[in-house]
T-cell receptor, first 113, second 114 residues
Framework: AQSVTQLGSHVSVSEGALVLLRCNYS??????LFWYVQYPNQGLQLLLK??????LVKGINGFEAEFKKSETSFHLTKPSAHMSDAAEYFC???????????FGAGTTVTVRA | DAGVIQSPRHEVTEMGQEVTLRCKPI?????LFWYRQTMMRGLELLIY????????DSGMPEDRFSAKMPNASFSTLKIQPSEPRDSAVYFC????????????FGQGTRLTVV
């Protein structure tokens, strides 16, 4: 079974500052990893994914994440926060043999002007 | 494509009543998932289907919950009888196939049982 742990339930950043959201996974097989964003009263929107290949993956809205097998991590970053980045972010994991997406508890991002 | 479509967006019902949530997945997607989101438990997978067949329903909380997928373009999640602790946001999601496992979510149904 796979699982993810998101470190920090709430992150506050200044507009223009680096956004760093941490995700560590547990999986006995090579994982598929995802980041989703959820705006208030909305569904989850895919930001980016890692399945195979390049370990640095770029997503929408200027976000990127790096898969580090040695650290079992898949941290999400954005160089410069924008007010519109205020939302809840979820890391998720699955594997080629199991299509159950397991989600982390989520990290709420607030952006200060 | 219009994405995953769920109805209704909001549902308020009295305890003991039957509730049916509906979902239309993205056309051509092989997998369909039902999730529940609450503050206490986060996002929980209830059940998922592959090519209309239920594969894993281990997340269904109890026998009051049932899900069906009579064809590739429609699925329902039914709660009978409903209880206040079922109040949550229920999401339907679909994904294309094994090679494209990312799930696309609907807008959700906010269920309130009073």
């Amino acid at each position: 079974a796979q699982s993810v742990t998101q470190l920090g339930s709430h992150v506050s950043v200044s507009e223009g500052a680096l956004v760093l959201l941490r995700c560590n996974y547990s999986s006995s097989v090579p994982p598929y990893l995802f980041w989703y964003v959820q705006y208030p009263n909305q569904g989850l929107q895919l930001l980016l994914k890692y399945t195979t290949g390049a370990t640095l993956v770029k997503g929408i809205n200027g976000f990127e994440a790096e898969f580090k097998k040695s650290e079992t991590s898949f941290h999400l970053t954005k160089p410069s926060a924008h007010m519109s980045d205020a939302a809840e972010y979820f890391c998720a994991v699955t594997s080629p043999n199991d299509y159950k997406l397991s989600f982390g508890a989520g990290t709420t991002v607030t952006v200060r002007a | 494509d219009a994405g995953v479509i769920q109805s209704p967006r909001h549902e308020v019902t009295e305890m003991g009543q039957e509730v049916t949530l509906r979902c239309k997945p993205i056309s051509g997607h092989d997998y369909l998932f039902w999730y529940r989101q609450t503050m206490m438990r986060g996002l929980e997978l209830l059940i998922y289907f592959n090519n209309n067949v239920p594969i894993d329903d281990s997340g269904m909380p109890e026998d009051r919950f049932s899900a069906k997928m009579p064809n590739a373009s429609f699925s329902t999640l039914k709660i009978q009888p409903s209880e206040p602790r079922d109040s949550a946001v229920y999401f339907c999601a679909s994904s294309l196939d094994r090679n494209r496992p990312e799930a696309f979510f609907g807008q959700g149904t906010r269920l309130t049982v009073v």
